[in-house]
């Protein structure tokens, strides 16, 4: 499913992240330290290789909200933006925090002039973000953002569940006022 809204497709597919090689670049649902690990960073590292970890530890730690960009090394994308998502119900306001993820990464694909990026669904894995509540945040924040964006032209939302990508289908319509 996809829509175009203000001159930006907003897509949502289901798939694995680090398999998205159309992409510019993609986000890391990272930890703080920026290793690799299970669910979304486990796979990005294992893609990128030893690499990009290498790469990362001048960049760690990051707090909640916070994203930074690495290069793609042995991934198909040239950029990894790595957001540290707040642990649900810990690191507080969780919905604020999660929204700045959200606004930092796009900042970082503009000031690099990027034209394409792919998000996981960040904080709802080990995080424990109730994922609907989450997909509403994501969208709210991106929707709110699409005025500034003048290079990314393309943001796709890659799910790895068929009930993961329904949810955020339903929450892409209902936050663009077309459900
Ligand atoms: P967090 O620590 O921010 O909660 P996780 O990596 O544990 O991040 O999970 C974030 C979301 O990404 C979860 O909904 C999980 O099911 C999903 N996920 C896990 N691995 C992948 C993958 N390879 N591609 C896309 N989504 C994934």
Redesign the pocket.
Known sequence: MSLQIQGVIIECVR????DQPDMEAIVN?A?AELRTG????G?IHRAAGPELEQECRALAPIRPGQAVISGGHRLPNRHVIHCL?PVYGVDQPSAALLASCYRNALQLAEQQGLASLAF??????????P?AEAAGVAFTTILGELARLKSVRRIRF????EA?LDLHQKALQQAAGRA
């Open positions: 798939g694995n992240i680090a649902a930890n299970g669910g979304v960073a796979a998502g996981p669904s960040i904080s709802t894995g080990v995080f424990g973000y994922m890659v799910l790895f569940g993961d």
